[in-house]
């Protein structure tokens, strides 16, 4: 998972200059104004910016050229075009741009946090005003603008998980990654159906939130039993982990403190990682009442019950872990 990248092509344009105006001044009394074309605007640039509430690269998928505006032409009276609106492109710490064709890497946001202006706009032409001299008191001649260069470009993102789900076999941490993002992990009523962790976006409002999913993780797991732990190491730069436990099983009781014991033999650093434990299954007979006993059996833990079946519990999910997964800057 420390390889899942997330990538996009994009092609970026920054705006022409505006050409320069040829006129002249037009004055009540004065027969032969003088040279009065204004020069034209410059071309909006392309700037990258890092907004530290993104997390993926999703919103430059929508679209695949980001130009910047024009500058405006000139006009008479000696007025200036507009500038044109630079292209401002929003992308998460920690992308890189490289160049699609040989690779190279162009810039790296994980290094230098600030704007970078990727491509100025062109030059606005100049108006005939520049032109006029002992020799030409009226002169025909203008400029062009200054035509915006263009890039294609590849932007990378190494995805690090904000939340990790931790869980026996079939508690439901699959269905759970489902049910709140666009990933389509193999859900399955038998045990260890996840083989290999799976990444999932949950975006609310304008946040992004990488939550990983597991394999399941049973007793001695610590000493090879099942699936092992060794993919705890997917999730040991989490910000604060999800323990799934389902509350229709008879196991419910005693399947956090088998956790964190296996968690615990993996690196005592995941016990101090904010946490919630989750009870899944929430439609199941007699779950609600395994989730009440769960509560008084651990008073200081934050305890929530859910059912990706009947949707109970599940905003309140999503906002629990929009908070949790909010690293202290
Ligand atoms: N009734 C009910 N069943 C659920 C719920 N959530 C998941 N399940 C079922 O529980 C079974 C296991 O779900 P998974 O999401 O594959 O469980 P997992 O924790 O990913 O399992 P592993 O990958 O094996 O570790 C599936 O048959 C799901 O349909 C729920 O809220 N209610
Ligand atoms: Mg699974």
Aim: with cysteine; proline share 5%; net charge negative.
């Amino acid at each position: 998972m420390e390889k899942f990248a997330d990538e996009v092509l994009i092609e970026v344009a920054a705006g022409s200059g505006g050409n320069g105006c040829v006129a002249f001044r037009r004055e009540r009394f004065i027969p032969h104004g003088g040279p009065a074309g204004g020069d034209g605007g410059r071309g909006g640039s392309v700037i990258f910016s890092v907004r530290r509430n993104l997390r993926t690269l999703a919103h430059l998928r929508f679209r695949h050229l980001f130009e910047a505006e024009n500058g405006h032409d000139g006009e008479g009276s000696g007025r200036y075009g507009k500038n044109g609106e630079d292209m401002v492109i929003p992308v998460p710490p920690g992308t890189a741009l490289f160049d699609p064709d040989t690779g190279a890497l162009l810039h790296d946001f994980g290094k230098d946090e600030r704007d970078l202006v990727f491509l100025k706009g062109g030059n606005g032409g100049w108006g005939n005003i520049h032109f006029k001299s002992s020799v030409n008191q009226a002169p025909l001649q203008a400029l062009p603008g200054q035509k915006g260069s263009r890039r294609k470009l590849k932007i990378e993102l190494q995805l690090l998980a904000d939340i990790g789900f931790v869980g026996f076999p079939n508690a439901g941490k699959s269905s759970l990654l489902d049910r709140f993002t666009r990933a389509r992990p193999k859900i399955a009523p038998y045990p260890f159906t996840t083989k290999i962790p799976n990444l999932g976006m949950l975006r609310v409002d304008d946040r992004d939130l990488i939550l990983a999913d597991i394999p399941g993780i049973i007793e001695g797991a610590s000493e090879g039993a099942g699936l092992g732990i060794q993919f705890l190491k997917h999730i040991s730069r989490t910000v604060a982990l999800a323990f799934l436990i389902d509350l229709s099983e008879d196991t419910y009781h005693e399947a956090f403190g088998i956790l964190c014991r296996e968690l615990e033999a993996f690196s005592p650093e995941l016990l101090r990682k904010k946490r919630v434990i989750i009870g899944t299954k929430l439609d199941l007979e007699g779950s609600a009442e395994h989730l009440d006993d769960l509560k008084k059996i651990y008073p200081d833990e934050m305890i929530f019950g859910i059912s990706v079946y009947s949707g109970e519990g599940i905003p309140e999910t999503a906002a629990l872990f929009m908070k949790l997964g909010e690293v202290e800057t």
